[in-house]
């Protein structure tokens, strides 16, 4: 083989190499700047959860004391859970950038019934049951969406590992809030 050939071949190798270590080189500089990114984002995700789930199992305790005719504690609760329903709205519309499209239609679902239980109790005096049943539902499937997106099974090593693959979160996102009202039912029978 001629010098200028050989020259030519380890030039070529040369050039090869430096842009493959280029292009692995610009992969990891773009995936490193990425994780920071992906731990805002899982942080803020965690915040917003966690807000979320707390208003939701307030307006559940103030939607719960308005669905009892009798009780004396109905104004109190009925100023109380228009404030919290107004926080919740303005979480909900804040997780909308946040949260997986999936769990922020039902918050979008949830946000409609709660409004809808506080119309009820202002034309009727009270929340009827199917409505309170269909608000605990909701609730209930919003609450394990939480729990699939942030990861609270995964990261728990005490937890039994329920929800681990994207076919199960999909199978839960997309089960009907009849479902937990039956289950819902069948408990509070029990009760009865």
């Not at 909900?92 to 950038?97: H, M, T, Y």
């Not at 949260?99 to 409004?115: H, I, N, Q, R, T």
């Not at 009849?178 to 009760?191: M, P, T």
Request: aromatic letters at 6%; hydrophobic letters at 45%; glycine letters at 6%.
């Amino acid at each position: 083989m001629e010098q200028t050939t050989v020259t030519l071949i380890v030039g070529l190798a040369g050039i090869a190499s430096t842009l493959v270590v280029s292009g692995m080189g610009l992969y990891y500089t773009a995936r490193s700047r990425a994780t920071p990114l992906r731990q805002t984002l899982f942080s803020k995700q965690i915040d917003a959860v966690v807000e979320i789930a707390h208003l939701q199992s307030r307006i559940r305790v103030f939607a719960t004391v308005l669905s009892f005719k009798e009780s004396p504690y109905l104004e109190e609760a009925r100023r109380d859970i228009g404030e919290h329903y107004r926080q919740f709205a303005v979480a909900q519309e804040k997780a909308a950038v946040l949260l997986p499209v999936e769990l922020w239609l039902e918050l979008k679902g949830l946000a409609d019934e709660m409004s809808g239980a506080i119309e009820e109790f202002d034309c009727q005096g009270t929340i009827g049951p199917v409505r309170i049943k269909t608000l605990v539902s909701r609730m209930t499937k919003v609450a394990l969406l939480c729990r699939v997106v942030i990861g609270s099974d995964e990261l728990s090593q005490q937890s039994i590992n329920l929800f681990s693959t994207q076919e199960k979160y999909v199978r839960l996102a997309n089960l009907e809030v009849a479902h937990f009202e039956e289950i819902h039912s069948r408990v509070n029978s029990k009760d009865a």
